[in-house]
């Protein structure tokens, strides 16, 4: 069974273009959350979908926003790029919200913006 | 703000040797406490998790102690292995909480030297 997927590995931007990164979750997960992982920082929270709706958001400002399809793959995109927003980009997924339910991560995308 | 401080930054170890992470919290609503393990070009992949209501989890040569009235949690990993070396993230989360309520620590870089 195919984990986590997630595109493009890689992509470099310049300051103040828009990224767009696709993730695929593994089948029969309804909840797809985006995580941000910046040098030193650790993984940062930023979006959650589920059934097709964001559900929570986490301190990011609005130029992060992204949706989710009805085959709940979703799509983050990133407005207005600035430097620090160079980081890898981590999807998960869960078939389930609520406590004890594991998230598994894909391998993620890396951001460069120059 | 929740926070969950993590430290060592990073630690090298013998092999054979025992690696000790340690975590500490200050939010009392916070009831599970996993961590992930990541290797270099690869997501985070959930390791050993806890809740407060015991005191110790051992899954093979990986050990949570979990010390609730010290709000500290902390991962052992017995007779170190040199493919044990990854970057390791605790992790909290409230009761009844999902992914998007983990809060993480910002991890530590383990070697183990053969």
């Not at chain 1, 059934?51 to 009805?70: A, D, H, I, L, V």
Request: net charge neutral; aromatic share 12%.
């Amino acid at each position: 069974e195919a984990g986590v997927t997630q595109s493009p590995t890689h992509l470099i931007k310049t300051r103040g273009q828009q990224a767009t990164l696709r993730c695929s979750p593994i089948s029969g997960h309804t909840s797809v959350y985006w995580y941000q992982q910046a040098l030193g920082l650790g993984l940062q929270f930023l979006l959650w979908y589920d059934e097709g709706e964001e559900r929570n958001r986490g301190n990011f400002p609005p130029r992060f926003s992204g949706r989710q399809f009805p085959n709940y793959s979703s799509e983050l995109n990133v407005n207005a790029l600035e430097l620090e927003d160079s980081a890898l980009y981590l999807c998960a997924s869960s078939w389930l919200q609520g406590s004890g339910n594991t998230i598994y991560f894909g391998e993620g995308s890396w951001l460069t913006v120059v | 703000q929740q926070q969950v401080k993590q430290s060592p930054q990073s630690l090298i170890v013998q092999k054979g040797g025992i690696s000790i992470i340690n975590c500490a919290y200050e939010n009392t609503a916070f009831d599970y406490f996993p961590w992930y393990q990541q290797f270099p070009g690869k997501g985070p992949a959930l390791l050993i998790a806890i809740r407060p209501d015991v005191s110790e989890k051992k899954e093979g040569r990986f050990t949570i102690s979990f010390n609730k009235s010290a709000k500290q949690f902390s991962l052992h990993i017995m007779d170190s292995q040199p493919g044990d070396s990854a970057t390791y993230f605790c992790a909290a989360r409230p009761l009844g909480g999902g992914a998007d309520g983990l809060t993480f620590g910002k991890g530590t870089h383990l070697i183990i030297q053969p």
